[in-house]
């Protein structure tokens, strides 16, 4: 079943951004100044589901955040990105059904 990216995830990733800056006791102006934005606006852009976190500001917005990198990412690739977070975080868990295939293909090459 493929997922694909919605405006209802788009905002469900910006009230958990919302929710992560008031954990860290931020303002979004605070937090904007922390990444050398410009317009606080941004951040209300990105907290309301309207637009979304570039690629390349991940790390440095969770830095801002106080929270790990890695588990910010993985968090908002699933709701960013759903097919791919499918495919790098679910698919190998174990659950590899094109090993199974390529098994196959293999055994009636023969």
Known sequence: MKHQSSPRRWKEAGAWLRQLRQTAGLTQLEL??????????????????????????????????????????????????PELHRLLYIESQGREPWKKRARSAARSAS
């Open 32 to 81: 904007a100044e922390l990444l050398g934005i410009k317009y606080y606006a941004f951040i209300s852009q990105v907290e309301t589901g309207f637009c979304r976190l570039p690629t390349s500001k991940l790390e440095a917005w969770a830095h801002a955040l106080q929270v790990d990198p890695s588990a910010f990412t993985k968090r908002l690739l699933s709701l960013y990105e």
